[in-house]
């Protein structure tokens, strides 16, 4: 058995595990990131450390700090991976009125674990330990997997019913390059397996009928990576308000991290195939949710209406 | 010369008693392999040039192709139709191609269906298949079939998805360490039958489509093979010699899950179960205790 990681080495898994928020020297640090991905996590796995997402991770919550409290989380991001969440994460964390500690990833990935064994009120008090805030502040986290996860969304009406959630969508075809071109880079092994799944992820509308059993539609936003970038200060201001926060003007905003990234590329035909695979469910998700601008979608523009 | 030594260490490192395999984490077993240039077919790098023809042998597209579903029996059923003297089956070709699931992100022409009918050598006179299991649940696939095959009879064996769920909760648990809520999400949306067979259907007319309940097969065997080979279009008189029982392979013990997990993954899957129960008239419910609410 691998040993336990307590709450104070939490933060240094973490870190190992995130490039950006590495402390060893750098020379050690370079030659990490020279392994491959899957070394590195070999060696990481061997000293007992491991990542939100894998089988190993400890799910015992952080300690909470002098003054802070913990309870169910205010806010939770329930989508979708590769649609610009770390940025806009980033963005609601800057809000004076929300607490983020540094130490704890965006993404606690709690859920992912608990699809197929028991689920009791032990798990329920468990998570809410991951939600530390000082009074007065709102807190919550953004685990982009868990839209696509049909497990997910009772749990979470279990366990933070009074949430609100949060979605950031992106062109399903572009979202699949990127997230699969991310997947790889990450060592996922290249089978058919992991090109399904990123292909089922894409299928938005789908997942949002399943959320929507176990929440009202006015307690989901559903924003839209393309508004987002296009105009960040207003699709900001409506997510503070969402979230019941006044107004802020934060520092970067135009800024997004991670979205990017390498995109895989693609045969023309293969994209033609893709947009009829999703095009069903783009029109079905412009239905649900009437906000989202197709016109941003080019892949899609020419399906609507 | 650096490639040369450490092609030697892998190929020394491979030939080991399974045991020492064993002590590898499965990631770089799989590394391991590649740099022998061993893929397995489901993985991209598989060579897909198809085999050589033999004396008497024609390639064409398949008369039959099965797309579904893992773990519940097709293994076992095909082998029973393969069985059949009306039926070509070469034994170096594996059962399941997975060659139109290599073409998610790449050009798929006339150049590629044509390489897919090499796939399906056959003696004059008789017909030809695969089944891969996992076409039904790679969304890219059936239009490539529409293509490559638009004449072939599909085939489908479906079994409880609760149950079906668990084998594959057993199958993945060493590999999935990496990132586990996608390997358990890989498991649970291979049940959703219905929302995969509608997606089939939209480019295949549904007599073209047979499907079998695996728990039916195991109930009434030589019923379910006859009804089989007529879809086939084969005599339907043939009994093979291969076991009326699927074996139990060699998979690992499937997780026992407590009555609240069940009944909350019976609660995913009912929508679906619902719904395919208005897809498939002849679908015995009843057969399904693990999936009834």
Known sequence: ????????????????????????????????????????????????????WEDGFDLSPPAPAPGEVTGPPDFVGIGV?????????????????????????KERHYFDHLGTVPFGDDDVHRYWGWFPRREGTITGE????????????????????????LVLLRDPVERFRSGLSFRLSMGAAD????????????????????????????????????QCARDPGGELAATYRFLGLPDHRPRGLRHPVNVSGGKLPIDPGARQRLVDLYASDVADLVALFPTIDVSLW???????G | MQMTLRTAIAEGLHRLPTPAHALLPPAQRADLRHRLGRYYPWEQGFDLAPP?????????????????????????????????????????????????????????????????????????????????????????????????????????????????LRLQLARSAADRSDHIGEHIADAVDRGFYAEQLRRLLQFFPVEQVLILQYEQCVADPDGRLAATYRFLGLDDGHRPVIPRRPDGGTSPPAPVLDRDTRSRLVDIYASDVADLATLVPGLDLSLWPASAG
């Open chain 1, 142 to 165: 953004w685990t982009p997997d868990y839209l696509g996860y049909p497990w997910v969304a009772p749990l979470l009406a279990r366990t933070a019913p009074d949430a609100r959630l």
């Open chain 1, 298 to 304: 080019p892949n899609f523009a020419a399906h609507e």
């Open chain 1, 81 to 105: 991976q590769k649609g610009g969440t770390s940025w806009w994460y980033e963005l609601i964390a800057d809000h004076p009125g929300v607490w983020a500690r540094d130490d704890i990833h």
């Open chain 1, 191 to 226: 089978t058919e397996a992991t090109a399904a799944d990123a292909v089922r992820q894409g299928f938005y509308a789908r997942a949002l009928h399943r959320v929507l059993r176990y929440f009202p539609a006015d307690r989901i936003r559903v924003l839209q990576y393309e």
């Open chain 2, 52 to 164: 050589i023809l033999r004396a008497g042998e024609a390639s064409g597209p398949p008369d039959f192709v099965g797309v579904g579903v893992p773990l519940a029996g097709a293994a076992w059923w095909y082998r029973m139709v393969v069985d059949h003297p009306g039926v070509s089956c070469r034994e170096d070709v594996p059962m399941g191609r997975h060659y139109l699931a290599h073409f998610c992100t790449t050009r798929f022409g006339e150049e590629e269906a044509e390489r897919y009918h090499g796939w399906f050598p056959r003696r004059a006179g008789t017909i030809t298949g695969e089944w891969t299991p996992g076409y039904l649940g790679c969304p890219w696939v059936a239009p490539l079939l529409a293509v490559a095959a638009p004449d072939a009879r599909l085939l489908v064996i479906l079994r409880d998805p609760v149950e079906r």
């Open chain 1, 1 to 52: 058995m691998l040993p336990k990681v307590d709450g104070g080495r939490l933060s240094r898994c973490v870190a190992l595990w995130h490039p950006d928020w590495m402390r060893p020297p750098s020379v050690a640090r370079a030659a990490f990131r020279g392994l491959s991905p899957r070394t590195r996590s070999a060696v990481l796995h061997r000293i007992g450390r491991f990542a939100p």
